[in-house]
């Protein structure tokens, strides 16, 4: 299982674009509902998503998690107690974490990048504390895959992938989607 957690002013591209690539490569994906079943996007667009946080299940079938970016969406995953739980369950069991555009502040300010090659979006670098940061627009090391903003959201999906199926369905997915 996969959880894309959704929190009101989350940025859509940085959410949908790695939800379509994980379908794609046929894993089990759920969208999370932080601030409700009903989200709202930066710019409007209102999703219904799949369950809300209270209905998560932190246990061996979870794989990874995403984090989207997007401003207030960010803070408002931040602040979900929901949201940290998960964080904390990953990190400690060896789980994927997915964070894009500001959303990789939200684990660098646990220290969870610390000593780890990270990217996010420019003027958040500070939050990611004591990780190496990069200057590519999507960087995985081990369990921890960044990405630096809504551009990078496809790249960022296909990573995804990647790190879960590895690199041969993933450049099978960017051919199919006429990446290159």
Not at 47 to 56: F, K, L, M, P, S
Not at 115 to 131: D, H, I, M, T, Y
């Amino acid at each position: 299982m996969i959880y894309v957690f959704l929190a009101n002013g989350f940025e859509e591209t940085e959410a949908v674009a790695p939800i379509d690539m994980l379908r794609r490569a046929g894993e089990e994906l759920k969208t999370v509902g932080v601030t409700g079943k009903t989200v709202t996007s930066s710019h409007g667009v209102t999703v219904t998503a799949d369950i809300t946080a209270d209905e998560i299940r932190l246990d061996d079938a979870l794989k990874m998690i995403v984090l989207p970016g997007g401003m207030p969406g960010t803070n408002n995953l931040e602040a979900s107690a929901d949201v940290q739980r998960a964080i904390d369950f990953c990190a400690e069991n060896g789980r994927f974490i997915g964070a894009i555009c500001a959303a990789p502040k939200i684990i660098g300010a646990k220290g969870l990048l610390s000593g780890r090659k990270a990217v996010c979006f420019p003027g958040f670098e500070s939050f990611l504390e004591g990780a190496d940061v990069q200057k590519d627009i999507v960087v995985r090391d081990g369990d921890y895959v960044t990405a630096k903003g809504a551009g990078a959201a496809v790249a960022f999906g296909l990573k995804l992938v990647e790190a879960l199926s590895g690199k041969a369905l993933a450049d099978k997915l960017e051919a199919q989607i006429q990446c290159r």
